[in-house]
């Protein structure tokens, strides 16, 4: 089974298109992460949900919005595809005590052409 | 605001020699500290981490990591080296007393074991 599942794996759009990523998990956690990984790796994180309220939200533009309509689900939708949001989201997600670790999905590349 | 540095891009070993990935970090409060691995193409894996306690942490495939409050550091370790073992390895720290849920990436370090 499982865990922390993204769909789609791969996602191959042009500039101005609109998409979404969703991630559910199937591990009774309270807290969803999304993750952008660069074509350098570089892992920064892009938004978090606790119980389905927005907790975290850093410096992203406002072309991407998440959704969470409960709390196994944290959606990514996109606006305006720009060339730059080319990346590897990782969707994640991490019990209700501060000194868990977070599971992660499978990441969805996309392609943005 | 708390923050990572991994400080080598890439490290190379010898299969059977003893490998260290290095971290440091800095956080206003308690750090909690974690090793993630990545895969070609997969997500990342949770490998050990240090939240209290003892300061040598074991972790999934014999690795394990030592938390040095005075350096502000959380090197992982491995006593010998696997092929298998070639990677990309993130530290990760997230805040105890503030913003304890956000988890916060070094740039990861490609370890390349060669047989």
């Known amino acids: 089974d499982t865990a922390v599942s993204q769909t789609p794996k791969y996602l191959v759009t042009q500039m101005g298109n609109d998409k979404s990523i969703k991630c559910e998990q199937n591990?009774?956690?309270?807290?969803m992460y999304w993750y952008k990984q660069d074509s350098k790796k570089f892992l920064k994180i892009m938004f978090s949900y606790n119980n389905k309220e927005l907790i975290i939200n850093e410096t992203v533009p406002n072309r991407f919005s998440p959704k969470s309509p409960d709390k196994a689900h944290l959606n990514l939708h996109i606006n305006s595809l720009e060339l730059g949001d080319s990346a590897v989201y990782f969707c994640?997600?991490?019990?209700?005590?501060?000194?868990?670790?977070?599971?992660f999905g499978q990441g969805t590349r996309l392609t943005v052409v | 605001a708390q923050s990572v540095a991994q400080p080598e891009d890439q490290v190379n070993v010898a299969e059977g020699n003893p490998l260290t990935v290095k971290c440091t970090y800095s956080?206003?409060?308690?750090?909690?500290l974690f090793w993630y691995v990545q895969y070609p193409n997969r997500g990342l894996q949770f490998l050990l981490k240090y939240i209290t306690g003892d300061n040598l942490v074991k972790g999934s495939y014999g690795f394990e990591a030592e938390f040095n409050k005075s350096q502000t550091s959380f090197h992982l370790k491995k006593p010998s080296a696997l092929v298998s073992d070639s990677a990309l390895y993130f530290c990760?720290?997230?805040?105890?007393?503030?913003?304890?849920?956000?988890?916060?990436f070094g740039t990861g370090t490609r370890l390349l074991v060669s047989p």
């Open positions: 956080v206003s409060g308690n750090p909690y």
């Open positions: 990760a720290v997230r805040d105890g007393n503030t913003g304890f849920q956000k988890l916060v």
């Open positions: 994640a997600s991490r019990g209700g005590t501060v000194n868990t670790e977070a599971f």
């Open positions: 591990l009774g956690h309270d807290t």
